[in-house]
Structures are given as structure tokens and as C-alpha cells.
């Protein structure tokens, strides 16, 4: 509008006046105009009204959505998203979590494989490194704010740990272990300190009950190894002593003892003797290779480390020391060794309480020939001990000489059935001329020619083969002698000696008795043949078996062995007193008085 009216008053006067006319010109012709317009596209008007009208109404409606979604939605979108972002602060969190999981992926399994590590370690016996293991675990876990993943693998690995000392301790226990593998573990006990007092629970899990406040964990160490080199060596003889107390026990019961004789033994079987003399040299064996052992491993892992030197300890070298020079242990300086006392006053009776009573009760049931190599064996082994410091030779020869008393009695008691001296009993008793002495020489009946000590101590006298009872008896009594000679300990002479005329003095009796009945009797012959069968035993076999075994076994002038005394003594005096009386009046005098 502004602009035709700065165009009329552009106009001139004629041009306004004719303004009018040229305006109601323009206008029919775009009256005719429209009209034509309408007439020619009337469709298109009804379709812009149709068109117009949607318009409208969609209009309408998308202002009333508008305000909807104003009024409703946004507020509720924005609510949506307000909670979206509190539910997914978690999962984002977590998945942050997971990534940083990923890219430290290595170094986490490294630490959760520790534990595994550790075992195998252990299984295949490289300590140092288990422990190695543990150490890095327990810094870490030390850490403040550790994760919980870090402790439940620092309890792993302490369990793992729990597991290496029970494999330390099974190599004390085991059989067959040498000083290497036990310094080893020792040492390695040391290390864990699994022994030391005061401690509720060590720095590797264990309690501290293993190790009472009143003990150092050197005793207690000492005390663990003593004890499982103890067990093993008594799991080693256990089986040979089980065989030995079955032949000892079994004969026992089914061979009793007889109560008339003197000894005190049950009559064993030669085999039975054989497989306890073969069973005692086994056990022996077993337990001078186990005693040895225990004490020299003992004293090399215990007694031989000085605290005042400045080298450090190291284990002796193994043949896999340069292979795996790397497991050494490491060097202990010498304030972290505990001076550890000797066990050895306790030890050493201990093992001796494994040998000294099976053998004061196996070695009296052996006979003499038996018992040579017997002390052969135990002689080298009480000499071999005396290098670690345990000399039990004055026991052994107690042992020995009360097993040589024993095989002595029990040897004479089993030959005297070779003088068959029952044969005087009965109504009618067998004249000497019959069994005492030999066809040839019963019409002079050979005497003593010289006197006993003018014979050597290990000739049996001639004349007794005339009478062959006799003869066998002494052949018997000199078959006890000469395995008596092999080792005839000093100190029991008299003891022997006293049990030796304790025999021929139970003897004497009887045959004199016998042979009473036919000295001075109506049978003249009869009489000069029992007169000469006693001067035979009494003149010539009790002097040469006398003097055999005093001159023969040991080695001392019968002149000088002095009074005996015992028993044996008074019952041979008893006997001679018997027959020489017998023989000055014919008659047999009062036993068991002495003039």
C-alpha cells in the first residue's frame, strides 16, 4: 500500500485523473479473469479446498499432538532418561571393569596361577621355588586395600605350603632316605619355621600347637626327625622280630621246660635253631645299617653346625647339584641356626633297647656252633659304632657270655643220654661186662698207666676207647669243648668250669652207684670190670675233660684255676668222696658228706 501511494503521487495530473478509468479497466479484466478461471479450473479449486480442509484439520490435530507430547511425553522421556542413565551407571562400571580385566588378562592369570605353581613345585621337590612363590603372595597380599582375589589365592597358596611341610615330613618318615635328601628337608623345616614356639600360627598357615612355648623349635625339629628315622627302622625290624619271636614263642609253648634239669631253656630244633641264628644276623644287619644311619645324620644335620663359624651353611652337593644349582637353599647366616642340644644320651640307649632284648632272648636258645659268627657280626658291628660315639661291647659281652652259659649247659644236658646209666635200674640190672667195656678187654680190664697231667689237653686218653660208653661220652663232652674254643669268654671260666663238674659230678654219682653194686660182690670179674670202668671216669676222663677245658678252651694251667666253687664243685667232691670209698671198703659211703 505504502508503495502505490508514493506511486500516485508520482503521477502527473493527467496520468492521476486517468488513474480511475485504468484501475476499473484492470479490474473487469481480472473479473473476467477469475471468472474464466473459475470456469476453467474449478476442479482444481475444489481440490485445493478438499486439500485446504485436510490441511486444517491435520493442523488441529498435530497441534493437539504437540501439546500432547508438551504436555505428557517430554516429561516422561526426560524422567526415562534420567533413569536410563542410573541403570546403565552399573553395567558401564562392570563392562569398564571387564575391559581393564582383558588388557591385564596375562598378569592376573599369572597371579591365580600361582597357587597351581606352588603344588607342582612341590610335587616335583623344588622347594626353594614354592616358597619363593608364597613369599611374592604373602607381599602381595600385605598391600593395603588387597582385592579379595588376592587373599583367596594367598589362602591357596598357604594350603599349598600346608602341603609342602606334610611332604617335608614324610621325607623324615620315609624309608630309604640318605643325609642329602634329609638335610633337604631340614633345612627347609628350618626355613618355614613350622617348629617355632610362641607362634599362633606361623607366616605359612601352620598352628602353632605343633610347637609348645616350653621347647625351642631346634628340640622340636630334632625330636620330628629322630622320630620318623626311629619309625622306619622299626618298620624295617618289626618283620624279622615277628619271625623270631614265632620260632622262640611257638617252641616254648609246645617244648616245655624240664624242671629237673639245669637248663633253663626250651629244647629247640636244629632247623628252628638255623632259621633264628639266619633271622638274628638279618636283624642285626637292618639295625646297624638303621642305627648307623640315624646317628650319623643326625649328628651331621644337628651337632656338626657351629654358630660361631662365618661361612654360611650350605647342603652338601647332591649329583643334580649342577644340573639344578639353582634349588640350592639359601645360605643360612649363623644367628638364623638355633642352637639345637644333643639327643644323643637319649638316642643311643633307645636304639640299643631295639637289639639287647632280642638278643638276650634269641642268643640263649642257640647251640655253641651257632654263636661264633653270631659274635663275629655283633663284635664288628659294637666296633663300628664306636666311631659316632656309641660303644656297647661291654654289653654285648655280657649278653654273649650268658648265651655261651646257656648253649654250654644246654649242650652237656643233651649228651647225657650217651651214658646209659638207666641201665642200672631194675630188678635185674645189666652187668658192666655186658655194655661198659669191650669183649677183648674184659678179662684185663686196661687202668690208668700215667698220670692225667702227663697227657696233652687235647689227646683223649687211650684206655677209654676200651670202654665204649665212655669214649662216646667224652667224644660228646669234647664236641662241646671245641665249639666252646672258638670263643670262650674269659670271665665265665669258673662259671663254666663249675657247670662242667655240676655234669661230670651228677654223673660220677650215678655210675658209682652202678657200679657199687658189683665191686666187692661175689662176680669177681664182674667186680674188677666196674673197679676199672670207675678209675676210668673218675681218674682219667674227669681230670682230661677238667684239664680240656681249662687248659684246652682257656688257655690256663689247671694248677692255677684255684677253687671254683659253686654247686659243681661240692657236687664232684661229693662224687669222688663216693667212690673212693667204695673203693677202700667196697661199700658206698653217705653221699654229700665231706670229711
Known amino acids: 500500500m505504502d508503495e502505490y501511494e508514493a506511486h500516485l503521487t508520482s503521477l502527473s495530473l493527467p496520468d492521476l485523473l486517468a488513474e480511475p478509468g485504468a484501475l476499473q479497466t484492470q479490474a473487469h479484466h481480472l473479473t473476467s479473469s477469475l471468472t474464466s478461471l473459475t470456469h476453467t479450473s474449478y476442479p482444481t479449486f475444489l481440490s485445493l479446498h478438499q486439500t485446504t480442509s485436510a490441511l486444517t484439520s491435520s493442523l488441529s490435530s498435530l497441534s493437539s499432538s504437540l501439546s500432547d507430547i508438551i504436555s505428557t511425553s517430554l516429561p516422561a522421556l526426560q524422567e526415562a532418561t534420567a533413569a536410563w542413565n542410573t541403570r546403565t551407571t552399573d553395567v558401564l562400571r562392570e563392562r569398564s571393569k571387564a575391559r581393564l580385566v582383558l588388557d591385564h588378562h596375562d598378569k592376573i592369570k599369572d597371579i591365580l596361577d600361582i597357587p597351581i605353581f606352588i603344588d607342582s613345585c612341590v610335587r616335583n621337590g623344588y622347594f626353594q621355588e614354592a616358597l619363593a612363590l608364597s613369599n611374592h603372595v604373602s607381599a602381595i597380599a600385605a598391600r593395603p586395600e588387597a582385592p579379595p582375589i588376592i587373599k583367596s589365592v594367598h589362602a591357596e597358596a598357604e594350603a599349598a605350603i600346608a602341603q609342602m611341610l606334610v611332604v617335608l615330613l614324610g621325607t623324615l618318615n620315609e624309608p630309604g632316605r640318605k643325609l642329602p635328601a634329609l638335610w633337604k628337608a631340614v633345612n627347609f623345616l628350618r626355613k618355614m619355621e613350622a617348629f617355632a614356639p610362641g607362634k599362633v600360627k606361623s607366616e605359612h598357615g601352620i598352628s602353632g600347637c605343633l610347637a609348645p612355648d616350653e621347647a625351642s623349635s631346634g628340640e622340636l625339629l630334632a625330636l620330628a626327625f629322630l622320630s620318623g628315622r626311629l619309625t622306619c627302622l622299626t618298620t624295617a625290624l618289626e618283620p624279622i622280630a615277628r619271625d623270631i619271636h614265632r620260632l622262640t614263642h611257638t617252641t616254648s609253648t609246645s617244648s616245655p621246660i624240664d624242671e629237673e634239669s639245669s637248663v633253663g631253656t626250651p629244647q629247640l630244633p636244629d632247623r628252628d635253631k ?86 638276650k632272648s634269641a642268643l640263649p636258645l642257640l647251640s655253641l656252633p651257632l654263636l661264633p659268627s653270631l659274635l663275629t657280626q655283633l663284635t664288628y658291628c659294637a666296633t663300628a659304632f664306636t666311631r659316632v660315639g656309641l660303644d656297647f661291647r661291654g654289653l654285648i659281652g655280657s649278653l654273649v657270655s650268658s648265651a655261651v652259659t646257656s648253649a654250654v649247659c644246654q649242650g652237656l644236658h643233651d649228651i647225657e643220654h650217651l651214658l646209659p646209666l638207666e641201665k642200672s635200674t631194675g630188678p635185674r640190672p645189666l652187668v658192666p661186662s655186658g655194655w661198659l667195656i669191650t669183649p677183648s678187654a674184659a678179662d684185663t680190664p686196661p687202668g690208668p698207666s700215667q698220670p692225667p697231667a702227663q697227657t696233652p689237653s687235647h689227646i683223649p686218653p687211650q684206655m677209654l676207647v676200651a670202654y665204649p660208653p665212655l669214649a662216646r661220652y667224652t667224644n660228646a663232652l669234647l664236641g662241646v669243648l671245641n665249639a666252646l674254643r672258638l670263643f670262650a669268654p674269659v670271665r665265665i671260666m669258673h662259671e663254666l668250669v663249675d657247670v662242667l663238674d655240676l655234669t661230670l659230678g651228677k654223673a660220677g654219682k650215678e655210675l658209682a652207684g652202678y657200679l657199687g653194686k658189683f665191686v666187692g660182690g661175689e662176680e669177681e670179674k664182674e667186680a674188677r670190670i666196674a673197679k676199672a670202668a670207675g678209675e676210668a671216669y673218675f681218674r682219667v676222663l674227669i681230670p682230661f675233660i677238667r684239664r680240656g677245658m681249662v687248659e ?11 677253687e671254683v666253687g659253686g654247686e659243681g664243685q661240692e657236687c664232684m667232691r661229693s662224687a669222688m668222696e663216693e667212690w673212693e670209698g667204695l673203693c677202700s671198703t667196697g661199700t658206698i659211703k653217705e653221699a654229700g658228706t665231706l670229711p
Not at 644287619?285 to 644337628?302: H, K, M
Not at 647339584?321 to 644320651?345: E, G, M
Not at 637319649?346 to 639287647?356: A, E, I, K, T, V
Open 552 to 562: 684246652g678252651v682257656f688257655g690256663v694251667e689247671i694248677t692255677k684255676l684255684g
Open 274 to 359: 638255623e632259621d633264628i641264628a639266619r633271622y638274628l644276623k638279618k636283624y642285626i644287619d637292618v639295625w646297624r645299617e638303621g642305627a648307623y644311619d640315624i646317628l650319623t645324620q643326625y649328628s651331621a644335620i644337628f651337632l656338626e653346625q657351629q654358630p660361631h663359624q662365618s661361612q654360611p651353611t650350605a647342603a652338601p652337593r647332591s649329583p643334580t647339584f649342577q644340573r639344578r644349582a639353582y634349588t640350592q637353599l639359601t645360605p643360612q647366616t649363623p644367628a638364623a641356626i638355633d642352637p639345637t642340644p644333643s639327643f644323643l644320651p637319649l638316642l643311643s640307649p633307645h636304639l640299643l633297647s631295639h637289639l639287647l632284648p632280642i638278643l
